[in-house]
C-alpha cells in the first residue's frame, strides 16, 4: 500500500504544491485547511486529494481530524507541518491578540498535530515529519517578531524530536523556504517588492511553491533517512546558513 502523507494547509499555496507532488510521487494524500470551504472545494475538484477542515491551534480538533484521515486512508507516515498564518505589525503595535494567533497556529500547531501521529510512528518503526518554517525564523524580520518567533521555534522543536524519533526510524526535519510566490505575498506592497525584496535575493526572484514542494518530497523519501534534525534552506541565495 502507497504510503499516507497528510499536509497540513495543504489545498492552497505551497501546501497545495505539496500535496500535489507527494500525490505525484505515488503517496495517498490529505489535506487539511482552516475554513476556506471553497478553496479547499476547487482544490478537490482539481485533484482529487480530500481537504480535512480543522484548526491547527486547537488539541482536540487535530485528534479528531486526524482520527478522521486515519480512517479514510490509513495511518499517517508522512506528517507536512506547512499551515500557517502571518499577522505582521511593528512590536510597539502588536497586540498580545496578533502575537498569540501566530503562535498558536505556527508553532503550537507543530505539537498538535506532531503529536497526534507521534506515538503510531513509533510504534510502526517509521515516520517522516517534515515542518515548513521561513526564512524569517533564520535571520528575524522587521514587523514580524511574533513570525519569527514562531517558526525560529519550529526549528528547535524540530531538532529536539530528531532526537527522540532517531531510534524509532522517524525522521524530523525542517524545509525553511525564502519569498515565495504564493497568496501569502500578495499583501506586500508592489514599490516594497522591487526595492527591497527582489534586489535581497540573489537568483532575482521569488521562488515557486512547487520549489519547495521537490525539498518536502526529498526529505519524505527512504533516501533521505541519514537526514534528520536539519534546516533546508531554499530561498535563493537570500541567507546563506
Ligand atoms: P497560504 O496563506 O497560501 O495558505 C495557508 C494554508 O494554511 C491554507 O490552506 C490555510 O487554510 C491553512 N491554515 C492557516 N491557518 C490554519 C489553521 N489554524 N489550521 C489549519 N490550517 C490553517 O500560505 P503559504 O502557502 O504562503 O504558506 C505556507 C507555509 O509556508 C506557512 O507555514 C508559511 O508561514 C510558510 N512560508 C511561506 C512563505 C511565502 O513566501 N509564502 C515563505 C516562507 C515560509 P485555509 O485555506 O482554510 O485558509
Redesign the pocket.
Given at each position: 500500500m502507497a504510503r499516507v502523507a497528510l499536509v497540513?494547509?495543504?489545498?492552497?499555496?505551497?501546501?497545495?504544491a505539496i500535496s500535489k507532488a507527494l500525490m505525484a510521487e505515488g503517496y495517498q494524500v490529505a489535506?487539511?485547511?482552516?475554513?476556506?470551504d471553497a478553496?479547499?472545494q476547487a482544490f478537490t475538484d482539481a485533484t482529487g486529494i480530500r481537504a480535512f477542515?480543522?484548526?491547527?491551534?486547537d488539541y482536540e480538533a487535530c485528534k479528531a481530524g486526524v482520527a478522521e484521515v486515519e480512517a479514510a486512508l490509513g495511518p499517517v507516515e508522512i506528517l507536512v507541518n506547512?499551515?500557517?498564518?502571518?499577522r505582521d505589525a511593528p512590536f510597539h503595535r502588536m497586540t498580545p491578540q496578533q502575537w498569540r494567533e501566530v503562535i498558536d497556529?505556527?508553532l503550537t500547531?507543530l505539537f498538535n498535530m506532531t503529536h497526534c501521529v507521534w506515538n503510531g510512528m513509533r510504534e510502526r518503526k517509521f515516520g517522516r515529519v517534515i515542518s515548513?518554517?521561513?526564512?524569517?525564523g533564520q535571520k528575524g524580520q522587521f514587523a514580524q517578531a511574533n513570525?519569527a518567533a514562531a517558526?525560529a521555534g519550529d526549528i528547535g522543536f524540530t531538532k529536539a524530536l530528531a532526537q527522540e524519533g532517531a531510534r524509532a526510524g522517524i525522521t524530523v526535519n525542517v524545509v525553511?523556504?525564502?519569498?515565495?510566490?504564493?497568496?501569502?505575498?500578495a499583501g506586500i506592497k508592489p514599490e516594497v517588492m522591487d526595492t527591497v525584496i527582489l534586489p535581497a535575493i540573489p537568483v532575482g526572484r521569488?521562488?515557486e511553491?512547487e520549489e519547495?514542494a521537490r525539498c518536502v518530497v526529498f526529505l519524505a523519501s527512504d533516501g533521505a533517512g541519514f537526514i534528520t534534525g536539519s534546516t533546508l534552506s531554499a530561498n535563493g541565495g537570500q541567507y546563506m546558513a
Open positions: 497540513t494547509g495543504g489545498s492552497r499555496g505551497i501546501g497545495a489535506a487539511s485547511y482552516a475554513g476556506n478553496a479547499a477542515k480543522w484548526n491547527v491551534a506547512n499551515a500557517g498564518i502571518t497556529t505556527n500547531g515548513i518554517s521561513s526564512i524569517n513570525y517558526k525553511a523556504p525564502g519569498y515565495i510566490n504564493t497568496e501569502m505575498m521569488l521562488g511553491p519547495i
